[in-house]
């Protein structure tokens, strides 16, 4: 079983075999399952993405109103004009933010790897796909890439924003993403490291400052946030750039980070945007109660 | 290893918003209905921490009783939790506790009908996934990767060989063990992680050996 990112490469390289099929052989060695058991399961998580994003392009809406019909926004504005930022980067904002939003209105979705920050890894996923025209089961690897490197974290670090701030969750997704992608788009396992690498490292410190705890603000634009970092960071490593620290350094960096972050900024709803006049405001609105 | 499967990381299916406060918590309460054999008539519920802070936003608290109901956490009922206990007459209270605890997400919970109750500590690690910390004032240490036995039993010899001897004819392998008791003679509790699933039928023979209680499995 790998335990660090220099584990998981090295088994891939040694092997001559993607991220997705070191994940793949670990879960039929531990679940005694087969291949197809394996796929059909990841599968099943994959229609759920599938649907959570089709529902969210309908348009959604919380039950606060604090959150909703954001990503129809930004898929009608890219129809009338060409996004500064390009279409696939856009698409994969309007994405994440929608299955997030399917999240805040308490639909049904697949937590990647938490449910806060489940829109980077299938909005990504989702947008990508138009231009790198994968299969059904290269899409299904995508799922397990990102696993592969989320369940480093997951052991190493935390991917809770209770635990460790949002840079454990959308920070943690965001780079589980960057991974995936790389392996998409045909690059080496090393590469899609230093992509991890290169995402977490710009989400480092990003705390959890729920308004009124409610995972909706900020933590629905922070999706946005954690899809266009991986897509830039997919790229910057498909070109060749690498990351100083290297990826397990990363992480163990943002474990130390996250371990001194007061209480108030991991997901208590009590400091930082969820501590401003106006977050203050909504939760007294929405609750009735003063702070 | 705290997670020891992809479907950790990408997974589970859930209704949102939270996976730690709601499906987390879904499956916290799950574990409480599981260990007590049956539906409580009430429930008890201390929250500290995050789980404290945030429960109402976060749905945690329709969530664990979607859990006391024998809810999934991708069951379609869950924010309708707390509804439907008032109709079936569960009477679930919540109590915020400033307590200070290891873990940000912990739940106390205390619950039972007329006859029985039980009280668990569960912490909810991120992602979903859950451990039971501490079962009816004993300290657990479950991985939480393996199905588990949990057997409350009277402290006599002969209890511990007559589980092993049922598991043995069963050809269950045990992959890690632990009994605790609160004093010489009085009330115990095995803990008896498995390499694979056990089935009902075992779980009865467990159930009428010499010396046991009370019995309740945790599926990983």
Sequence with gaps: MFRTVAELVEIAEKNQMPISEVMILQEMDVKDKTREEVFTEMEKNLVVMEKAIEDSLKGVQSVTGLTGGDAVKIQTYMQERTPLSGNLLLDAVSKAMGTNEVNAAMGTICATPTAGSAGVVPGTLFAVKNQLNPTREQMIRYLFTAGAFGFVVANNAFISGAAGGCQAEVGSAGAMASAAIVEMAGGTPQQSAEAFAITLKNMLGLVCDPVAGLVEVPCVKRNAAGSSLAIVSADMALAGVTSRIPCDEVIGAMYQIGKTMPSTLRETGEGGLADTPTGRLLKEKIFGMTV | ?220
Excluded: C
């Design chain 2, 1 to 220: 290893m705290k997670y020891n499967s992809v479907f950790d990381i990408i997974g589970p299916v859930m209704i949102g918003p939270s996976s730690s406060h709601t499906a987390g918590a879904a499956r916290i309460g799950l574990a409480a209905r599981n260990l007590l054999g049956k539906e409580p008539k009430w429930a008890k519920i201390h929250l500290y921490g995050s789980f404290a802070k945030t429960y109402k936003g976060h749905g945690t608290d329709f969530a664990l009783a979607g859990g006391l109901l024998g809810f999934e956490p991708d069951d379609s009922r869950m924010s309708k939790a707390l509804e439907i206990a008032k109709e079936k007459n569960i009477t679930i209270e919540f109590i915020e506790d400033n307590a200070a605890t290891d873990h940000p997400n912990t739940a106390r919970l205390i619950i039972g009908d007329d006859t029985d109750s039980t009280e668990l500590v569960g912490i909810s690690i991120g992602g979903g996934k859950v451990e039971i910390t501490e079962l009816n004032g004993f300290e657990l240490r479950l991985s939480g990767n393996h199905p588990a036995i949990l057997i409350m039993h009277n402290d006599r010899f002969g209890a511990i060989a007559s589980v092993t001897k049922i598991l043995a004819k069963y050809e269950i392998n045990i992959g890690h063990m632990e009994v605790n008791r609160k004093d010489v003679g009085k009330e115990a509790l095995m803990v008896i992680e498995v390499d694979q699933n056990v089935e009902d039928n075992v779980l009865k023979e467990l159930e009428n050996a010499d010396h046991i209680i009370r019995i309740s499995k945790i599926v990983s």
